[in-house]
Nanobody, 123 residues
Framework: QVQLVESGGGLAQTGGSLRLSCAASGSILSINSMGWYRQAPGKQRELVAD???????DYPDSVKGRFTISRDNAKNTVYLQMNSLKPEDTAVYYCNLKGVVILDTSPRYLEVWGQGTLVTVSS
């Protein structure tokens, strides 16, 4: 089994900063990418940031220049530094992992989700 443990959510004021962390543990053979998605009430889940094992990153225009994703491969941990927060950044943020894990003694390519952490930005 693979588990993603997120931390760092909470309340921030407009213009403030928060840092999210996500640690992966379990029977992981390799990680292709880790990232963060978010879902606001009444909206679909959307990509916030993604980083590959090689360090390539991807951001939507809505967070580009404000959010930075980084990764510690040795710890299977990904971080999301969020600066210049806006009220529209309010959402539940989910950690995501895509990679090969051991499932029932066999390697499987899976997509794993964390339980989510709430980020609230007040105006």
């Amino acid at each position: 089994q693979v588990q993603l443990v997120e931390s760092g959510g909470g309340l921030a004021q407009t213009g403030g900063s928060l840092r999210l962390s996500c640690a992966a543990s379990g029977s992981i053979l390799s990680i292709n990418s880790m990232g963060w998605y978010r879902q606001a009430p009444g909206k679909q889940r959307e990509l916030v940031a993604d980083i590959t094992s090689g360090g390539s990153t991807d951001y939507p225009d809505s967070v580009k220049g404000r959010f930075t994703i980084s990764r510690d491969n040795a710890k299977n941990t990904v971080y999301l530094q969020m600066n210049s927060l806006k009220p529209e950044d309010t959402a539940v943020y989910y950690c995501n992992l895509k990679g090969v894990v051991i499932l029932d003694t066999s390697p499987r390519y899976l997509e794993v989700w964390g339980q989510g952490t709430l980020v609230t930005v007040s105006s």
